[in-house]
């Protein structure tokens, strides 16, 4: 079982959509969950952090924490064609090892 | 906005001959780390570094791969003899520290790697 898991997509929604992109983990001790954008051939770029149980909002972006789910996902309101990229979810167990653990990400196509 | 520099951008080499990386991070980041991403695939660290020492290189084939970070600051990610599995972008990523629960990585543009 892979300590992260996402669907690899492609994940395809209009424009002015909600996109729900979603995540499990396999680490009961993970502590701290990231959202990385990654545009085609560019590196990652942080959206999004979260370690409390709850929804944490920051404009167009919703990330929702379930850990006795083990579940984290990423919520975008007003989905625009900018947003279609790889988003990778990705994972930290802080055991003094504070690498993060990333999904193998999920493809959005946003159509116009 | 400080970033984290890395060279070359791209790199073309044949099998069984050698590479190297170089990854300057952010100044003042204290944590280094290489992660390599297979196209289409996700991020697998290979080596963590805390100032100059390695904190984690359990993923790190050490058979073939070796990083460095002598003075702590920047680094160098090498590869001897290169094999067609090698083929990959190699990113290197810094953080500042403090608490796990929101310290955050940042990437530099990766070295795609090609190996003929």
């Known amino acids: 079982q892979k300590e992260v898991e996402q669907n690899s997509g492609p994940l395809s929604v209009p424009e002015g959509a909600i996109a729900s992109l979603n995540c499990t983990y396999s680490?009961?001790?993970?502590?701290?969950f990231f959202w990385y954008r990654q545009y085609s051939g560019k590196s990652p770029e942080l959206i999004m952090f979260?370690?409390?149980?709850g929804d944490k909002e920051d404009g167009r972006f919703t990330a929702q924490l379930n850990k006795a789910s083990q579940y984290v996902s990423l919520l975008i309101r007003d989905s625009q064609p900018s947003d279609s990229a790889t988003y990778l979810c990705a994972v930290r167990v802080d055991t003094g090892r504070r690498a993060l653990t990333f999904g193998s990400g999920t493809r959005l196509q946003v159509q116009p | 906005e400080a970033e984290v520099a890395q060279s070359p951008r791209y790199k073309i080499t044949e099998k069984s001959q050698a590479v190297a990386f170089w990854c300057d991070p952010i100044s003042g980041h204290a944590t280094l780390y290489w992660y390599r991403q297979i196209l289409g695939q996700g991020l697998e660290l290979l080596v963590q570094f805390q100032d100059e020492s390695v904190v984690d290189d359990s993923q790190l084939p050490k058979d073939r791969f070796s990083a460095e970070r002598l003075k702590g600051v920047d680094s160098t990610l090498k590869i001897q003899p290169a094999e067609l599995g090698d083929s990959a972008m190699y990113l290197c990523?810094?953080?500042?520290?403090?608490?796990?629960?929101?310290?955050?990585?940042?990437f530099g543009s990766g070295t795609q790697l090609s190996v003929l």
């Open positions: 979260i370690y409390s149980n």
């Open positions: 990523a810094s953080s500042a520290g403090g608490p796990a629960t929101n310290e955050k990585l940042f």
């Open positions: 680490d009961r001790g993970s502590q701290s």
